[in-house]
């Protein structure tokens, strides 16, 4: 298995492809940003999650697969403010990688963000995420990237977090390309690489997991 930094450093050499010719250039498109939000149960900050990432996308295609009435409470509010920016598709029977696929298929500009609906961004100050915003569209047009999204985890105090989950990256920006998709792959892990909270009452061994992770 590849390590992170590993990957990174492939990723940034294959990402010059299009530009040398390689592989076709990236298709043309309005260079903005569609955010992906995929929404079910009850999601206590999904008010907060949309209006703080209407800094950052020009679209935001939230992906109902199931959500409590409060939830949906919580995105009519939302939506307010939002006006046509959000839009929202119903899709309650999608597994997670059908409905990931149904979201990247429903997205109409260059880039594509995967926003949790427990993502909270800064939107002004230092950190905004107006200044990713500015990073992306800046990139070159003729070129593919993927750049993960760095978040602090902050549910719960700092002194009842699970150590290893103070920073996540279960966000990420990508270029859109025509093969884009997501796919489920399954692996077995050690117990002893597992975070903290999938250690808990697991001894030894390993233990198989079904992951979802994309492919362009």
Known sequence: MLSRKAARVIRRVASWAP????VPLPPERPNGISAMV?????????????????????????????????????IGR???????TLRILDCPEDDIVTLSNRGLAACRFRWIVRWDADFVAHTDGPRSIGRLRDFLLGLPSRRYFLVEIGAAELA???AHQFP???RRYDGHAVVWSP???YVAIQRTVPVSRLATHDRILRRG??????LETLKT
Do not use: Q
């Open 78 to 84: 939302a939506r307010e403010t939002l006006g046509k």
């Open 156 to 158: 719960g105090d700092l």
């Open 38 to 74: 995929r929404v079910r149960g009850h999601e206590e900050w999904i008010e907060l999650c949309l209006r703080s990432v209407l800094t950052l996308a020009d679209e935001v295609v939230l992906l109902d697969n199931g959500a409590s009435p409060e939830t949906r409470e919580a």
């Open 205 to 210: 061994g390993s233990v198989r997991r079904t």
């Open 179 to 181: 093969g884009i998709r």
């Open 19 to 22: 530009a040398v010719g390689l």
């Open 164 to 166: 290893d989950l103070r």
